[in-house]
């Protein structure tokens, strides 16, 4: 199977600059997570998507930082504006079905931004 | 509220040999899961084993064993025979029936010496 999609694979952008990330998970899985990862940092989760339903965004940046799943398929993370504490890769990942402690995220390669 | 705890930055090892990541976490949730991934240098997230918190047995999946300490919190990753190819960054990670979202730990460097 197709494995998770991420585009761009990198970014550079100045501060205040707005940048949109774009993601397409595997056929079939219907939770969706985007996940920040700063340089020498485990992933954290920005927002979770279950369908085209919002489950968690409470450690999503609203002010600055938009995700949207229309359709219920693809996802795009929109920063606007951008700040320099933004560097980090952006990964995107699926899984099944939310609530199995016992499936595994499937992750995309991750795009790299750079705010300068 | 859940935590993954992982207190090794960095570990060498020499090739052929056996290596073991520490991992301990904290979680309320009755049922969860413990999961261990590989992330190279080129990024991408590899999904190496994964630990129910029922399960009787530890997981194995060729060279990699989970050793599941359940009261004491641990779900260490064993590699055995190491490789040139296993140098990367190692995170453990839970997700659990309530707080169903996946939580990481920092990550541990590993390297492998010929």
């Known amino acids: 199977e197709a494995g998770v999609a991420q585009s761009p694979r990198y970014k550079i952008i100045e501060k205040r600059q707005s940048v949109a990330f774009w993601c397409n998970p595997i056929?079939?899985?219907?939770?969706l997570y985007w996940y920040q990862q700063i340089l020498g940092q485990g992933p954290k989760l920005l927002i979770q998507f279950q369908n085209n339903g919002v489950v968690d965004d409470s450690q999503l940046p609203k002010d600055r930082f938009s995700a949207e799943r229309l359709k219920g398929v693809d996802s795009t993370l929109k920063i606007q504006p951008a700040k320099l504490e933004d560097s980090a890769v952006y990964l995107c990942?699926?899984?099944?079905?939310?609530?199995?402690?016992?499936?595994?995220?499937?992750f995309g390669n991750g795009t790299r931004l750079t705010v300068t | 509220a859940q935590k993954i705890t992982q207190t090794q930055p960095g570990m060498f090892v020499q090739e052929k040999e056996a290596v073991t990541l520490d991992c301990t976490y904290d979680?309320?949730?009755?049922?969860?899961?413990l999961f261990w991934y590989k992330q190279p240098s080129s990024g991408e997230m590899i999904f190496l084993i994964y630990?129910?918190?029922?399960?009787?047995q530890n997981a194995t999946e060729g060279r990699y064993s989970l050793n599941f300490q359940k009261a004491r919190k641990s779900a260490n990753l064993v590699i055995s025979a190491s490789q040139l190819g296993d140098s990367a960054m190692y995170f453990c990670a839970m997700r659990g029936y309530n707080n169903n979202d996946m939580r990481f730990g920092a990550g541990t460097r590993l390297t492998v010496k010929p």
């Open positions: 056929s079939g899985h219907a939770t």
């Open positions: 990942a699926s899984s099944r079905a939310q609530g199995g402690v016992n499936s595994p995220l499937h």
């Open positions: 630990q129910g918190s029922y399960d009787q």
């Open positions: 979680t309320s949730d009755p049922s969860y899961g």
